[in-house]
T-cell receptor
Framework: GENVEQHPSTLSVQEGDSAVIKCTYS??????FPWYKQELGKRPQLIID?????GEKKDQRIAVTLNKTAKHFSLHITETQPEDSAVYFC???????????FGAGTRLFVKA | GAGVSQSPSNKVTEKGKDVELRCDPI?????LYWYRQSLGQGLEFLIY????????KSGLPSDRFSAERTGGSVSTLTIQRTQQEDSAVYLC????????????FGPGTRLLVL
């Protein structure tokens, strides 16, 4: 069945450093890859997404890359700030469908 | 406009009882999703509804779980004969009609089965 693996489960960085979170999906029919941020006690919110016809997308300090051949996509956060501390989830949605499979999440700590 | 709302925000029940969780999606959103998030875990897909199409129930963990969406708007997730392992936060999300649309999440219902 469909599966999304996410690494690392926990990531601690110093303020100003970069953070990278990696995900691998199993179903080659996946064509949409959103990333959600969930702060403690709050609901998940979309921070960036990428579609299968694009290799890279950037939005200020956040960027996502996609390698369809390897079925691998990554989130890059540059110049991290304490407010970036949260749990980040990657996800994959199948072509033509709505079923969205989420990774297990990465808990990011940004130390001031 | 109003976001996705869910009720109740918290529910404590005894093992073996049935519970109903409600989700009000954003007005005009045709797709609605239910997820389960256990403590410190990721989001587990349960079911989604899209317009008048048959729902995708492939994520429901057992036949004790069911969901319906009336009139293409409000959805109810029902768990029958609750078990302690059902304790989790149940999140609802809605999105516009396309499959690559942003999902907007509700605040969740925290279910505790004693």
């Amino acid at each position: 069945g469909e599966n999304v693996e996410q690494h690392p489960s926990t990531l601690s960085v110093q303020e100003g450093d970069s953070a990278v979170i990696k995900c691998t999906y199993s179903d080659s029919a996946s064509n949409y890859f959103p990333w959600y941020k969930q702060e403690l006690g709050k609901r998940p919110q979309l921070i960036i997404d990428i579609r299968s016809n694009v290799g890279e997308k950037k939005d200020q300090r956040i960027a996502v890359t996609l390698n369809k051949t390897a079925k691998h996509f990554s989130l890059h956060i540059t110049e991290t700030q304490p407010e970036d501390s949260a749990v980040y989830f990657c996800a994959a949605t199948l072509t033509g469908g709505f079923k969205t499979i989420f990774g297990a999440g990465t808990r990011l700590f940004v130390k001031a | 406009g109003a976001g996705v709302s869910q009720s109740p925000s918290n529910k404590v029940t005894e093992k073996g009882k049935d519970v109903e969780l409600r989700c009000d999606p954003i007005s005009g959103h045709t797709a609605l999703y239910w997820y389960r998030q256990s403590l410190g875990q990721g989001l587990e897909f349960l079911i989604y509804f899209q317009g008048n199409s048959a729902p995708d129930k492939s994520g429901l963990p057992s036949d004790r779980f069911s969901a319906e969406r009336t009139g293409g708007s409000v959805s109810t997730l029902t768990i029958q004969r609750t078990q302690q392992e059902d304790s989790a936060v149940y999140l609802c999300a809605s999105s516009k009609g396309g499959s690559q649309e942003t999902q907007y999440f509700g605040p969740g219902t925290r279910l505790l089965v004693l």
